[in-house]
């Protein structure tokens, strides 16, 4: 009796393990199928592990291959991880980003950094400056500036006059520094403005005609202003806190009428007197009024 209850449970147990294997090898089948599928639908593409700043040549332990959804692929992708050490970033690329030929330096192209952030069309036209004219040294790469003229005018007699000339010029690099590495001042003693060939024209001009100063700006303001400049004669009427007088403006202050005497009131009338007088005769009486 003993012996058939333990053929049962090791029968029961036969079946049962049967069935896990079974099991077992259809869940690892499908996960295998799954996973081919998955890697034919699939391309491996060159991302970045670290961030790669703008204008570096880009090493081999900064960039690696994963898969990427065949789908999904990024215009410019490359897949070939040889093909990318020895490039030059064009623009900043971030850990994980994609590495795309658009954001790269052509390869048969060599240029300077500079001329790199320089959009089709531009200029870069390099100024003298000092901590004064520099903001304090508050301007950095890719701050925003308007640039002011102090130069004698000759249509007023060669008084001098303050014009803002150019309005919100990116600035492409301070001193020898093309990248805003923190939020400390730094004095340098040139920044370089990214320009128009026209206005690359007027601030030549400016600067051997005059003093230039530059003006940093909000770098989210971008709306154009526009002034008449001021001298000194403006100046000095602007900072007066008092009105003008009557003979700067010409205006006459109207005299005040003379306020007329005021007449003595009236005299109070006169009181007037009564006098009255009781009579008494026997049980009458009455009464008399003498004026």
Same mark, same amino acid.
């Given at each position: 009796?003993?012996?058939?209850?333990?053929?049962?449970?090791?029968?029961?147990?036969?079946?049962?393990?049967?069935?896990?294997?079974?099991?077992?090898?259809?869940?690892?089948?499908?996960?295998?199928?799954?996973?081919?599928?998955?890697?034919?639908?699939?391309?491996?593409?060159?991302?970045?592990?670290?961030?790669?700043?703008?204008?570096?040549?880009?090493?081999?332990?900064?960039?690696?291959?994963?898969?990427?959804?065949?789908?999904?692929?990024?215009?410019?992708?490359?897949?070939?991880?040889?093909?990318?050490?020895?490039?030059?970033?064009?623009?900043?690329?971030?850990?994980?980003?994609?590495?795309?030929?658009?954001?790269?330096? !052509?390869?048969? *192209?060599? +240029? @300077?950094?500079?001329?790199? &952030?320089?959009? =089709?069309?531009?200029? %870069?036209?390099?100024?003298?400056?000092?901590?004064?004219?520099?903001?304090?040294?508050?301007?950095?790469?890719?701050?925003?500036?308007?640039?002011?003229?102090?130069?004698?005018?000759?249509?007023?007699?060669?008084?001098?006059?303050?014009?803002?000339?150019?309005?919100?010029?990116?600035?492409?690099?301070?001193?020898?520094?093309?990248?805003?590495?923190?939020?400390?001042?730094?004095?340098?003693?040139?920044?370089?403005?990214?320009?128009?060939?026209?206005?690359?024209?007027?601030?030549?001009?400016?600067?051997?005609?005059?003093?230039?100063?530059?003006?940093?700006?909000?770098?989210?303001?971008?709306?154009?202003?526009?002034?008449?400049?001021?001298?000194?004669?403006?100046?000095?009427?602007?900072?007066?806190?008092?009105? !003008?007088?009557? *003979?700067? +403006? @010409?205006?006459?202050?109207? &005299?005040?009428? =003379?306020?007329?005497? %005021?007449?003595?009131?009236?005299?109070?009338?006169?009181?007037?007197?009564?006098?009255?007088?009781?009579?008494?005769?026997?049980?009458?009486?009455?009464?008399?009024?003498?004026?």
């Amino acid at each position: 009796m003993n012996n058939k209850r333990i053929l049962i449970a090791v029968g029961v147990a036969a079946v049962l393990a049967l069935f896990a294997s079974v099991g077992a090898y259809k869940f690892l089948s499908e996960r295998g199928r799954m996973a081919e599928q998955a890697r034919l639908q699939t391309a491996g593409i060159v991302v970045a592990v670290v961030d790669i700043p703008f204008a570096s040549t880009i090493t081999p332990n900064q960039v690696t291959v994963i898969p990427w959804p065949k789908g999904n692929l990024p215009k410019g992708a490359i897949g070939d991880p040889k093909a990318v050490p020895g490039r030059v970033a064009w623009r900043e690329f971030v850990a994980g980003e994609p590495i795309v030929e658009s954001k790269l330096v !052509p390869a048969d *192209t060599v +240029t @300077g950094i500079l001329s790199l &952030k320089l959009l =089709a069309g531009m200029r %870069a036209f390099t100024i003298q400056v000092n901590e004064v004219v520099g903001v304090g040294g508050f301007i950095v790469p890719d701050a925003r500036v308007d640039v002011v003229l102090t130069t004698s005018s000759a249509s007023r007699g060669g008084e001098k006059i303050s014009k803002i000339v150019l309005e919100d010029i990116r600035v492409l690099a301070t001193g020898q520094a093309v990248e805003r590495k923190d939020n400390k001042p730094v004095t340098v003693n040139t920044v370089t403005l990214a320009v128009t060939p026209e206005d690359a024209e007027r601030l030549a001009l400016a600067v051997h005609d005059g003093r230039l100063v530059l003006v940093l700006r909000n770098f989210m303001d971008n709306a154009a202003v526009t002034t008449t400049g001021i001298d000194k004669t403006r100046l000095l009427a602007y900072n007066r806190s008092a009105r !003008p007088s009557a *003979t700067e +403006t @010409g205006e006459v202050k109207p &005299k005040r009428a =003379a306020k007329a005497k %005021a007449s003595a009131p009236p005299p109070p009338p006169a009181i007037k007197r009564v006098h009255i007088v009781e009579i008494i005769k026997g049980t009458k009486r009455s009464e008399e009024r003498f004026d």
